[in-house]
């Protein structure tokens, strides 16, 4: 067990303790981030026999719950927090939390480990009479996310949103705007824990399947397969594990008519592979998914309609993207992008291009000219798929493969030859 200071979970206490009587966030967040389940626990049963409720229901879940490290994590920093602030106002102190700053100029971009954050801060002080009161619905919002978790339920931004209305009836100082200030103190959040709000049962309705010989185990230990039938990809995806897999490589689809093509028609399964439905941008429970299943070693292809907008989707699993840029585990740096892409036109598409050509609109252009000022597309690659709109004007969907096959009949041949190729070409894999 890891030892804080010379008294171990005495230690930890009195350094949780001086960080806070220093206002010291960032201290307070190293502590919390590093200490381990079994201290935090004893500190945690301290505070119980004080009379703390929601000190007493982290305590269960770090000792009783099956969790993953990063929900550990955020349920200890939770709790560091929390602990904090009652030691400052138990000395009739202000308090201070500090959130990521995440925009466009406060993040960084690379090739590899995609976007990231420089690590400015936007500091909130109960000093501040503004902010105090923003700071205190978020209490409220911790409390809600502790009791959530402790009962083993979820939430969905919707859920917290009327909890947090119906509770600040009570306060009429308290009032909220909206679901979109809702909203806000749930990104706010997150940006202090440093962390994905999923690790906190905070979800999204499921978006995605995913289909191919591998077996995952779910947030619950509960193992299950996605050989036999595709299985929804549930918002806390990212809190699974990997039992097993047989594919050699996994194609996430924009589309549904592909995905299921592929599916009905044995490709994935003659091939070998994977698939993901992506369902459009992906949801932040598919990109984790997709990071997960790369991290052990299967290589990840991304199959899009041929348009600007599409570009991003692809990139957004390839690179990640600036909203998301203060979190880990949402995208694949060592996938690749697959198609559909320009230099198809004149090859596999070239007998019938005519026919599965659209103009680009005036927001389709404007994306592709906004494209080129993006940081994860400054690559020779992507400069020359956006030009290539621009110069065009034209885009087309991924059902012009179907197209290009000739005739139902010639669809699985098609496919096969297409997806085997791309495998190929742009990651080395033989199917």
Not at 384 to 408: D, H, M, Q, V, Y
């Amino acid at each position: 067990m890891a030892k804080h200071g010379k008294h171990g979970v005495d230690g930890l206490y009195a350094e949780i303790e001086a960080a806070a009587m220093a206002d010291d966030f960032e201290g307070l967040y190293s502590i919390a981030a590093s200490a381990s389940r079994q201290e935090f626990i004893r500190i945690l049963d301290r505070l119980v026999g004080e009379g703390h409720s929601a000190m007493g229901m982290a305590r269960d879940v770090l000792r009783d719950r099956r969790l993953t490290r990063d929900q550990e994590r955020a349920i200890m920093i939770l709790s560091a927090f929390c602990l904090g602030s009652m030691i400052r106002v138990e000395n009739a102190l202000p308090y201070t939390f500090k959130a990521l700053r995440v925009n466009r100029s406060s993040v960084e971009y690379d090739d590899v480990e995609g976007y990231s954050v420089k690590g400015d801060t936007v500091s909130m002080s109960t000093s501040n009479i503004d902010q105090a009161a923003s700071m205190a619905k978020l209490q409220f919002l911790i409390n809600h996310i502790i009791e959530t978790i402790a009962a083993n339920s979820v939430s969905t931004k919707r859920d917290c949103y009327y909890m947090l209305k119906n509770q600040f009836q009570k306060y009429p100082w308290m009032d909220l705007d909206g679901q979109g200030e809702s909203d806000r103190l749930i990104g706010t959040l997150e940006r202090i824990i440093r962390m994905q709000r999923e690790n906190l049962n905070i979800t999204a309705d499921p978006k995605g399947l995913i289909y191919g010989d591998i077996s995952l185990i779910d947030e619950e230990g509960k193992e299950f397969s996605c050989k036999e039938r595709e299985q929804s990809i549930t918002g806390l995806a990212g809190q699974w594990e990997v039992k097993s897999y047989g594919v050699k490589a996994l194609v996430a689809i924009e589309k549904t008519g592909v995905f299921m093509d592929l599916k009905k028609l044995k490709v994935a399964d003659g091939l070998k592979i994977g698939l993901i439905h992506l369902g459009g941008q992906p949801a932040r429970g598919c990109r984790a998914l997709i990071s997960l299943l790369s991290c052990k070693g299967i290589p990840i292809g991304v199959l899009t309609d041929l348009s600007p907008w599409s570009g991003m989707i692809a990139k957004s699993v390839l690179s990640g993207s600036i909203a998301s840029a203060h979190l880990r585990g949402l995208h694949a740096p060592g996938a690749a992008f697959l198609g559909i892409e320009s230099s198809d036109v004149d090859s596999w598409l070239k007998d019938v291009w005519k026919g599965v050509q659209e103009p680009l609109s005036d927001l389709d252009l404007a994306r592709a000219r906004n494209n080129l000022s993006l940081p994860y597309m400054q690559d020779g690659y992507w400069k020359g798929e956006n030009s290539w709109f621009i110069r065009n004007g034209k885009k087309t969907e991924l059902e012009a493969l179907g197209t290009a096959a000739g005739s139902p009949l010639k669809k699985k041949s098609f496919y096969e030859k297409y997806i085997r190729a791309k495998l190929k070409e742009k990651l080395g894999v033989k199917v």
